[in-house]
């Protein structure tokens, strides 16, 4: 369901632009604030940011054919802007179906598989029928059913025909089924993260309380004096543009050192808007511009050789020496390499960084470095 301010101001996406306030001389004559400017810069701000776009589905009991990538259908749980359809098309999800935005969106999704003898997994996301970005890569098993996760940070056209898929893809050289039952079945999330342009701001402070006797002034900051372009526009420019990044390893040539755990370099990106991270100074790095609860997921990609031993294990490090745990597994394919994610929510200071590592065991190892399969690392600012 759409949200509709009194205006009738239907609300497809965050305001474009909040107003900036002017202070004026004592001489000259103001214009007045009126209930329209806010509802527009603070109503309608509000009421977007508490409701932002966001879908969750789950799916069900399909078949994925060997060697070929299979969208899975979903049903809804939540659909807060009425992106998806369980009629037509239901493997879609659109951003929103109003609005004329271009903005990013975090899609996490989860495709377990049953048990099969051979062969390896993968779940991935695609983009308007068109690019597959690539998640985990996981080994299948025989006596257990593997779940891949995968997550991405896309930027998506809304009101428009732009769409975004869970997909599987498995080599065993049959056909295995989604695996349904309990609560191991497909999943799939997708929430608006970050307009696609903004402004850097400070972190919003907690907010005033406002009294009788405030004087409300643009710029203008003293005893009694609100200004409105802090307590107001700075704090709807930051909830529509906080900070988000998304980097990856395209083009790297790095080699990961069997039995050492190994920072992957990030060598390309699609957004880095506060400029947390450098393609060529600590180019492992992302260093937080702003203090908060951070949403980071990395992506440990590499290549795999003929005869691959060992383990390959994943990992979140902060500053180098606070570690969270991610995903181990044996090789998965000679043929698709091995995936392995790590995830969590960190809260990070600024001036912190993160770092995506990766320990191979058994065998040195290269990392992904193709525009679907490359390792990457994202981020995404949730909080104070």
Known sequence: ML????????????????????DLAAANAGTALTANDLEYNVGAAVAYHRRVAFFQGNGGAQNVATSAWTPITLGEIIDVHAGHSDS???????ADSTGTGDDWYLCVGMVPLAAAASGAGVAGIRLNGSTIYEGAKLPLGSAHAATMMVAELLRVQTGSSQYVELMAYQNSGGTIATQASGTKLPQFAMRWACSNTGDLVAAP???RTWTADDLL??????PGQVPLNTHIRDVV???RYPPVARVDSRSTTQTLNSGAW???????????NYDGHSTSVNNTRYTAPRAGLYFV??????NEAAGATGYRASRLAVNGTTFYAGTSCEPASTSLGTAVPACAHIRLNAGDYVELQMRPQ???VTVKSGTGDSSRLIVVWRGL
């Open 262 to 272: 190994t920072s992957i370099q990030m060598t390309g990106g699609s957004i880095d």
């Open 88 to 94: 037509s098309n239901p493997a879609r999800v659109a």
């Open 205 to 207: 402070s907690v907010p």
């Open 297 to 302: 997921y990395g992506l440990a990609a590499v």
């Open 217 to 222: 002034t643009a710029d203008l900051a003293g």
């Open 362 to 364: 058994g065998n040195n």
């Open 237 to 239: 420019r930051w909830l």
């Open 3 to 22: 949200l509709t301010m009194p205006s009738g101001r239907t609300l497809g996406a965050p305001i474009a632009a909040p107003t900036t306030f002017t």
